[in-house]
Structure formats: structure tokens, C-alpha cells
């Protein structure tokens, strides 16, 4: 079954960084699209970053400068850099893919569990 699995949330002080990484397992032929969303309570949940296939990002106004994000197609793994964190930034983050499972001809999407991102003094 294909799988996001994420990693690298916690608790971080304003202005540090973290790392959060997404890791896409099972059964997949390609994936267009992967990427980051976050919500925070009692707000929308809003798009991140995302890269596609061809390496083309995309990042939510509020963080850009501070975030990158980069993939690694052999491993089928994104990775957002987050540097200079404000409070603002907290929120759960949810990792996201369009792909193409074995099998299938158009593309599904998948979400992460979620992991949590605090930045608090």
C-alpha cells in the first residue's frame, strides 16, 4: 500500500530550523507532485511548498527566504529546510503527494498523519 511517511517535527525556539522529511513507499510508477501543507488551530489548512517531478517549487508567500524544499527521486523523499522559525509557524504540517499508483493511469492523492511544529520561547 502506498504510504507517506513523515518525520522531524518538535519543539524549536524562534529563529532556530528544522527538517521535516516525507518519505513516499509502496507501489508507485511516478509522482508528480509532492509537498508540504500545514494547519494551525483555528485556521484553514494552506499549502507550504511543493516541488514537482520536474523540479519546479512553489512556496506560501510567509515563508519564503526561510523555507526550502528539495527532493530526492530515488528515494521518493522530500525535505523542508525550515530556518528562522517564528511562532507564527506553528502548526501540524501534513505531507502531500499526487502520484501514480502501479496500475492506475491518472494519479491519487495521499496525505501524511501529520507532525506536529512548535516554535515557542
Given at each position: 500500500q502506498v504510504r507517506l511517511v513523515e518525520s522531524g517535527g518538535g519543539l524549536v525556539q524562534p529563529g532556530g530550523s528544522l527538517r521535516l522529511s516525507c518519505a513516499a513507499s509502496g507501489s508507485i510508477l511516478s509522482i508528480n507532485v509532492m509537498g508540504w501543507y500545514r494547519q494551525a488551530p483555528g485556521k484553514q489548512r494552506e499549502l507550504v511548498a511543493s516541488i514537482t517531478s520536474g523540479g519546479s517549487t512553489n512556496y506560501a508567500d510567509s515563508v519564503k527566504g526561510?523555507?526550502?524544499?528539495?527532493?530526492?527521486?530515488?528515494?521518493?523523499?522530500?525535505?523542508?529546510?525550515?530556518?528562522?522559525?517564528?511562532?507564527?509557524?506553528?502548526?501540524?504540517?501534513y505531507c502531500n503527494a499526487h502520484l501514480i499508483p502501479i496500475g492506475e493511469i491518472f494519479d491519487h492523492i495521499y496525505w501524511g498523519q501529520g507532525t506536529q511544529v512548535t516554535v515557542s520561547s
Open positions: 526561510r523555507f526550502t524544499l528539495s527532493r530526492d527521486g530515488a528515494k521518493n523523499t522530500v525535505y523542508l529546510q525550515m530556518n528562522s522559525l517564528k511562532p507564527e509557524d506553528t502548526a501540524v504540517y
